[in-house]
């Protein structure tokens, strides 16, 4: 009989390589989820088999190879280092893996490994403070998709977005000013970089907006520093949420605004979005129209303040699983 309780850490995902081909399977597979791309695939389909994959996959890699590590991507070892890091904490009784939505280490992969070393209580935990279609849900579907072909199913919770409690709001606080403190300028701003979505999305009641407004606002209020609330990644020609961080960027220095700093709260681990878009493109944008400080701060990774929140998420969620949640 089983009796072991299991922690599935589920992230967006990453390529296997900053290589056009590995990038093109990732991107085909991101690509066609329906929670990702709501236009119909009789229409979408052809485009994406058509100019997308033809043309984004090589540009793509030229980003990721700026951002690759000796571990590969940053989003998969900061992620597996999360795991490893809250197995630390939360001791051996409890099986955590970590695992992507797209690509590897599969949400098929977990749980088949977690059932096969007899959990029969399974958390999954989408990564992701602020409600998504596009993250959670899909990241919930994929998990519920590989449980239904299954004749014996474990109990199965869901880790609930955690955008405006106090233990996140502390944990950016936190971190957010260790790195300020520890920089060689004084910033004149802190920019929260949000990534975007599409504004049809909101308007067929996606609460992600709200979401983000909300973080920035109860962060903001513990924070001395102005803060700007933008969202990020725009693709595709229909309208995105707004104020976009990109011109928001480039316009600062026309407005006077020299010295910024840039966090992206609703990441739980750096990845391409962070490093590359706002960290390599963010910078010399900014440079380039006369700004003179730029610092991105890291998100909360596996720091003392991120691994101190996930702990205190996944032991509130295990309550009545475990003796020691």
């Not at 030229?62 to 989003?75: H, I, N, Q």
């Not at 725009?234 to 707004?242: D, I, M, N, Q, V």
Request: net charge neutral.
């Amino acid at each position: 009989m089983m009796h072991g309780i299991g922690v599935l850490l589920i992230n967006l995902g990453t390529p296997d390589s900053a290589e056009p081909k590995a990038v093109r399977k990732y991107l085909a597979e991101f690509l066609s989820d329906r929670r990702v791309v709501e236009i119909p695939q009789i229409a979408w389909q052809p485009l994406l088999r058509g100019v997308i994959l033809r043309t984004r996959p090589r540009k793509s890699a030229e980003a990721y190879s700026k951002v690759w590590t000796e571990d590969g991507s940053p989003l998969r070892a900061i992620t597996k280092r999360k795991a490893a890091a809250l197995r630390a904490r939360l001791g051996d009784e409890i099986m955590i893996l970590d695992a992507m939505r797209y690509g590897q280490p599969s949400i098929a992969d977990g749980l088949g490994e977690m059932l096969a070393h007899d959990c029969d209580r399974i958390l999954l935990a989408p990564l992701y403070p602020q409600y998504c279609a596009a993250t959670t849900a899909t990241a919930n579907d994929k998990a519920f998709e590989i449980l239904s072909g299954m004749r014996w199913q474990p109990a199965i919770r869901t880790l609930p977005p955690y955008y405006d409690d106090p233990a996140y709001i502390g944990a950016l606080k936190a971190n957010i000013e260790r790195q300020l403190a520890a920089l060689d300028f004084e910033p004149e701003k802190l920019l929260l970089s949000f990534h975007g979505m599409p504004e049809r999305t909101r308007k067929l009641g996606d609460p992600y907006y709200d979401h983000c407004q909300t973080t920035a606002r109860l962060l903001a209020a513990k924070l001395s520093l102005p803060v700007d609330v933008t969202f990020q990644s725009r693709f595709g020609r229909a309208k995105w949420l707004e104020p976009a961080t990109d011109e928001t960027i480039e316009a600062y220095p026309r407005k006077g605004v020299k010295r910024i700093a840039v966090a992206a709260p609703g990441f739980s681990a750096d990845c391409l979005e962070t490093l590359e878009e706002l960290g390599i493109r963010g910078r010399e944008s900014f440079l380039s129209s006369g700004g003179e400080k730029f610092a991105l701060l890291e998100c909360l990774n596996d720091s003392p303040e991120g691994m101190g929140l996930l702990e205190t998420l996944i032991r509130r969620e295990l309550a009545g699983w475990h003796e020691g949640a």
